[in-house]
């Protein structure tokens, strides 16, 4: 498995700022992953955030509004720009890694907008 | 395409009891199946999976589930629920044809264990 932080564990933000999240990974990754669940929602997948390449956004993220960052194989940012009160949610990522199946989660940011 | 229903927003047991969680699944070619739980204001803990081999897996804390192909199922399941088991349950799939490790959830099932 892996051990996945990410920073702020929660945060209260004013419509039209932004925020950048955190993941940091214990050993070094390939895959890493940006989830979105919204209140009372299942997991959504924003975008697959690997290394040496661009991040290959789900349909209905677009970069403009997720810009994602991935400098190294321990590291990622996710960014929620000029948020609204929709974008209130917890965002989550995720690892993959190599021989393993399964992904492994980061306790997540919980993010409410007002 | 890959996709994952959970049919049951909610499962109530009571302690001591066996509980069960349905999860059915759509691929195209051989399903990756697995199994999450989220505990309040925790991100999810991986509890099993299946791949390939034997249709019923073991996994943390108890829990096994089984694979059945005919059926397109993976419900888990426990013979002797806790009160600590309650929590939100999320089946996941990924389609073997899938070169991304991208999953696919479920809309998740809370389990309420009664004392």
């Known amino acids: 498995s892996a051990v996945i932080s990410q920073k702020p564990s929660r945060d209260i933000c004013q419509r039209g700022t932004s925020l950048t999240i955190q993941c940091q990974v214990d050993?070094?990754?390939?895959?890493m992953f940006w989830y979105r669940q919204q209140p009372g929602q299942s997991l959504t997948l924003i975008a697959t955030a690997n290394q040496g390449s661009e991040a290959t956004y789900e349909s209905g993220f677009v970069i403009d509004k997720f810009p994602i960052s991935r400098p190294n194989l321990t590291f990622s940012t996710l960014t929620v720009s000029n948020m609204s009160p929709e974008d209130s949610s917890i965002y989550l990522c995720s690892v993959g890694l190599a021989g393993a199946h399964e992904q492994f989660f980061g306790p997540g940011t919980r993010l409410t907008v007002l | 395409a890959q996709s994952v229903a959970q049919p049951e927003d909610q499962v109530n047991v009571a302690e001591g009891n066996p509980l069960t969680v349905k999860c059915t699944y759509s691929?195209?070619?051989?399903?990756?199946l697995f199994w999450y739980v989220q505990y309040p204001n925790r991100g999810l803990q991986f509890l099993l999976k299946?791949?390939?081999?034997?249709?019923l897996v073991k996994g943390s804390y108890g829990f096994e589930a089984e694979f059945n192909k005919s059926q397109t199922s993976f419900h888990l399941k426990k013979p002797s629920a806790l009160v600590s088991d309650s929590a939100l349950y999320f089946c996941a799939v990924r389609d073997s044809y899938n070169a991304g490790n991208m999953l696919t959830f479920g809309g998740g099932t809370r389990l309420m264990v009664k004392p």
């Open positions: 691929v195209s070619g051989n399903p990756y």
């Open positions: 050993s070094q990754v390939t895959m």
């Open positions: 299946y791949i390939t081999g034997d249709n």
